[in-house]
């Protein structure tokens, strides 16, 4: 679809986008078409059905084609193989080949029929020619494996496998409780080859002392492993100044939970 929304500048420019509509929005920077590479592994997160499935809210990424002819291979990865599939009625497994012209847009998206089952994070997109990637979720709960029904659209631009790194530090969000409890982020590692080790700590902003340790055992390329508080009341996540490091280029995903 001839989608693409095409900026040009006589001297270097920011762009940042916004995503909005009522009580749910994101935004992301816009990476210029000079860093746009030809692999991408995708960061979306799980497909959400909203209880008694009122409303099927569903992640997944968009292609843009910043050249004419550019042909585009897209293998479908993620968790859930077998419990869904996407609106295009593909499955994880498939695999998807197009030919795109400069400004177009392919996406693809979970069905939205499953709850944290279905997730195409760590789909592959290789091309002919450079292209970018926007990596989403129409609207969650984060983490949406528990009953809780609050969501928000998520959204980033995702950089291409080969500006990836060993060595990642953030920090965490600054964020108010409505009761008082609860503390940190959600963070989504990604390997971008087989074999790779991830492993982090997170430190208090202050007193830089140690808090506790991360390890992600072993993943394959495409595969993902979460940092999240798993119960259903509000809990301790990782925060304050978190650092991941491998032997291997990966990629680190921060959500606001």
Known sequence: IPKGIIVTSSAPISIYVINAKNVSSDGYL????????????????????????????AGGFCVIAKDDDTDVTIRLRGQGAGTA???????????????????????????????????????????????????FHARTALPNASRLEGRDHLVEMTPPVSAWGKRFITTEYSRVSSNGQGRGDYYRIIAAEDNTR?????????????????????????????????GGAPGTLPYGVVMFESNKPFFVMQYST
């Not at 210029?32 to 809210?57: H, I």
């Not at 009625?89 to 400004?103: K, S």
């Open 85 to 135: 599939r996407t609106r295009g009625n593909r499955q994880i497994g498939d695999v998807i080949t197009i030919n795109m012209r400069r400004g177009e847009v392919y996406q693809v998206m979970g069905d939205g029929t499953t709850r944290n089952s279905f997730d195409l994070t760590g789909s592959e997109i290789t091309s002919t020619k450079p292209v970018g990637l926007i990596s």
């Open 30 to 57: 816009a990476l210029p078409t000079s860093v746009w590479g030809r692999k991408y592994l995708s960061t979306s997160y799980y497909d959400f059905a909203e209880q008694n499935n009122r409303f099927t809210w």
């Open 198 to 230: 991830i492993t982090g700590r997170f430190l208090d902003k202050v007193s830089k002392q140690l808090i506790g340790n991360l390890n992600s055992g072993l993943l394959n390329a495409g595969e993902f492993q979460d940092y999240y508080y798993p």
